[in-house]
């Protein structure tokens, strides 16, 4: 089970971090990734990070502005988002993929999914 917190209310150019904690598995055998969903729109790829914290990889539109982290043994996924736009506004979501990399991490990788946190961007 994933369980995301963090979303909010921010003003561009602000900051948010999300968290996702993860149970009744073996958090630090799964690639885990953020995707997010605008209103109205697809689910898209934000950033994943490998196993060990070695590798990571970021969506273009958010490259120097985001960044994941996790920690194995607080269970627990990170996303510290800085310099927040407005399209940056979204529903966030938590991913794990247990045969996934960080070159290879998609949905349809995917093997449990968080339920979302709301992240709006005002102008």
């Known amino acids: 089970q994933l369980v995301e917190s963090g979303g909010g209310l921010v003003q561009a150019g602000g900051s948010l971090r999300l968290s996702c904690v993860a149970s009744?598995?073996?958090?630090?055998?799964?690639?885990m990734a953020w995707f997010r969903q605008p209103p109205g729109k697809e689910r898209d790829f934000v950033a994943t990070i490998s196993t060990n914290s070695g590798n990571s990889r970021y969506a273009d539109s958010v490259k120097g502005r985001f960044t994941i982290s996790r920690d194995n043994a607080k269970n627990t996924l990170y996303l510290q988002m800085n310099s927040l736009k407005p399209e940056d506004t979204a529903a966030y979501y938590c991913?794990?993929?247990?045969?996934?990399?960080?070159?290879?991490?998609?949905?349809?990788?995917?093997?449990?999914w968080g339920q979302g946190t709301l992240v709006t961007v005002s102008s």
């Open positions: 009744g598995g073996t958090f630090g055998a799964y690639t």
């Open positions: 991913a794990a993929a247990r045969f996934a990399t960080t070159v290879t991490m998609r949905q349809t990788a995917v093997n449990y």
